[in-house]
């Protein structure tokens, strides 16, 4: 099956910096990419979608100023958690599928702690 | 928007055992899938299945699309089975983005 990475696994940070979280697809091209946030016990919440070559869109109720999207190229997208505060921690998950299907896979998530 | 409600929403089983986990969804989807997410947080294809039964194992999963419910069976479950399974669909116009149900808590116990 399709493989998608993220990097990093896991990141503690101070109250005020920016985080940069990184998905990619190894073994397939994706014009769009997608980014979910977990709180705790809950379920996954769509953020946006990354599109390659242009804007990202948000859902509604995501600040697009506090969560950067750059998907730069077809095999990589950026999420940038910028100015993070603590109530940013939470685990988040991208996904994408490979061209003509609708299957999605998703990588093994970035966890997030802000101090 | 479309809703996709999951239930039980928590199970116990006693290795060995069977189970049946429910997804529903409030309007017409093209696609469906099931996952498995582990206790790292992975989340594990199981299925894609807009319609249909399929079977994988000790695992399989039915969809009547035109009652909008899925149906995930676990036979003889172990307890790497233990995880929370989450249904998520694809609505009908809404350019590949899933909407995830509410997930069920599964735990195997010896």
């Known amino acids: 099956g399709a493989v998608v990475s993220q990097h990093p696994s896991r990141v503690i940070c101070k109250s005020g910096t920016s985080v940069k979280i990184e998905c990619r697809s190894l073994?397939?091209?994706?014009?769009?990419m997608f980014w979910y946030r977990q709180f705790p016990k809950k379920s996954l919440m769509l953020m946006a979608t990354?599109?390659?070559?242009?804007?990202?869109?948000?859902e509604q109720g995501v600040e697009k100023d506090k969560f950067l999207i750059n998907h730069a190229s077809l095999t990589l997208s950026t999420l940038t958690v910028t100015s993070a505060h603590p109530e940013d921690s939470s685990f988040y998950i991208c996904?994408?599928?490979?061209?003509?299907?609708?299957?999605?896979?998703f990588g093994p998530g970035t966890r997030l702690t802000v101090l | 928007g479309i809703q996709v409600e999951q239930s039980p929403p928590d199970l116990i089983l006693q290795e060995g055992a069977n189970s049946t986990l429910r997804c529903n969804f409030s309007d017409s989807v093209n696609n469906l899938q099931w996952f498995h997410q582990n206790p790292w947080g992975q989340l594990i294809n199981l299925f894609y299945?807009?319609?249909g039964t399929k079977q994988n194992g000790r695992l399989s999963a039915t969809t009547v699309a035109t009652e909008r419910y899925s149906l995930l069976y676990i036979s003889s479950s172990q307890t790497t089975d233990s995880g929370v399974y989450f249904c998520?669909?694809?609505?009908?116009?809404?350019?590949?983005?899933?909407?995830f149900g509410t997930g069920t808590r599964l735990q195997v116990t010896l």
């Open positions: 990354s599109n390659e070559g242009s804007k990202a869109t948000y």
């Open positions: 998520a669909v694809l609505n009908t116009g809404t350019a590949s983005k899933l909407t």
């Open positions: 073994d397939f091209q994706a014009t769009t």
């Open positions: 996904s994408a599928g490979p061209p003509s299907t609708d299957t999605q896979y």
């Open positions: 299945i807009p319609s």
